[in-house]
């Protein structure tokens, strides 16, 4: 079946640490997205890439770094410079220039600071 | 003024109810309009969208959209259980941006 798998679904970051969120598709869409979602906001986005090896920042960019070197995969990494990471992070999707005809979401990864 | 405005709930209507949903937004140029369900701790799933104002019907969700008031709204009827849920609705004007409610929870009661 086509889709978004993001994993881990639960990641624990320590003070001062980097971590990675995996996103990949295989729906064959060109665009994707990374959201932001904390509790009574609305998501927020991060970063989203209409193509490979090119990508654009979103809103809340700061603290957060993203790479597009293939069409499946877009990888977020939190940065030890992100002071609140503690949310839920969304990755989507959508075929070129439709983002108006709705997004293919994944599960999400929860990110919580101990 | 945030850009899009969302009653967040919680909403508990018993069984059987017909559900009003509403947004509120402020940019004029918006034109592409969504509604999305999130079960809790998963991703949202695409409900409807909607171009420009008017009427969409799916089943038993209905998606109005009205420009002239930036005024959108998503009526479900013979509400079940299953549509416990949290309920965003999300617009954009271009095709790389778009922008999401806060989200309304709505509780279905059997």
């Known amino acids: 079946d086509g889709g978004i798998t993001q994993s881990p679904k639960y990641l624990f970051r320590k003070e001062g640490q980097n971590v990675t969120l995996s996103c990949e598709q295989n729906?064959?869409?060109?665009?994707m997205y990374w959201y932001r979602q904390d509790p009574g906001q609305g998501l927020r986005l991060i970063y989203y890439s209409q193509i490979v090896n090119d990508f654009q920042k979103g809103d809340i960019a700061e603290g957060y770094s993203v790479s597009r070197e293939k069409k499946e995969s877009f990888p977020l990494t939190v940065t030890s410079a992100q002071k609140n990471p503690t949310a839920f992070y969304l990755c989507?999707?959508?075929?070129?220039?439709?983002?108006?005809?709705?997004?293919?979401f994944g599960s999400g990864t929860r990110l919580t600071v101990v | 003024q945030k850009e899009v405005e969302q009653d967040p709930g919680p909403l508990s209507v018993p069984e059987g109810a017909i559900v009003s949903l509403n947004c509120t937004y402020s940019?004029?140029?918006?034109?592409?309009f969504m509604w999305y369900r999130q079960y809790s701790r998963k991703g949202p799933e695409l409900l409807m969208y909607t171009y420009s104002s008017g009427n969409k019907e799916d089943g038993r969700f209905t998606a109005q959209v009205d420009k002239s008031s930036k005024y959108i709204s998503l009526f479900i009827r013979d509400s079940q259980p299953s549509d416990s849920a949290t309920y965003l609705c999300?617009?954009?004007?271009?095709?790389?941006?778009?922008?999401f409610g806060p989200g309304t929870s709505l509780s279905v009661i059997p």
């Open positions: 999300a617009m954009t004007a271009s095709y790389d941006k778009v922008i």
């Open positions: 729906l064959n869409h060109d665009a």
């Open positions: 940019n004029s140029a918006f034109q592409y």
């Open positions: 989507a999707s959508s075929p070129y220039l439709t983002a108006g005809y709705g997004y293919t």
